[in-house]
């Protein structure tokens, strides 16, 4: 059973920047890709950034060039969100998961809140 954690979440003002952390704990036999996904309230969970086992990265529209993902080089199972010039929109619980492809593998966490207030 893989267990995900996440952190870093918080209240910013719009235009500020967080830091998300997540850490995959368990028995893990491979190095899988990594993604975040951030559900609002009341819309589904989207796909927000990846990165491959290889350091490839894919953002989604509405975040590119002002959120960045990557992941430590010595526990490859921790990856990072940096998050800058947040805007109101940015408001949501953010995930990340263990990724076969573009499928998600484990259970989810619980996610981190974030609020961007205007």
């Known amino acids: 059973q893989v267990q995900l954690v996440e952190s870093g979440g918080g209240l910013v003002q719009a235009g500020g920047s967080l830091r998300l952390s997540c850490a995959a704990s368990g028995i893990i036999f491979v190095v899988n890709a990594m993604g975040w996904y951030r559900q609002a309230p009341g819309k589904q969970r989207e796909l927000v950034a990846r990165?491959?086992?290889?350091?490839?990265?894919?953002y989604a529209d509405s975040v590119k060039g002002r959120f960045t993902i990557s992941r430590n080089n010595n526990n490859k199972n921790t990856v990072y969100l940096q998050m800058n010039s947040l805007k109101p929109d940015d408001t949501a619980v953010y995930y990340c998961?263990?990724?076969?492809?573009?499928?998600?593998?484990?259970?989810w966490g619980q996610g981190t809140q974030v609020t961007v207030s205007s």
């Open positions: 998961n263990r990724l076969l492809g573009m499928t998600p593998l484990s259970s």
């Open positions: 990165i491959s086992k290889g350091g490839d990265t894919y």
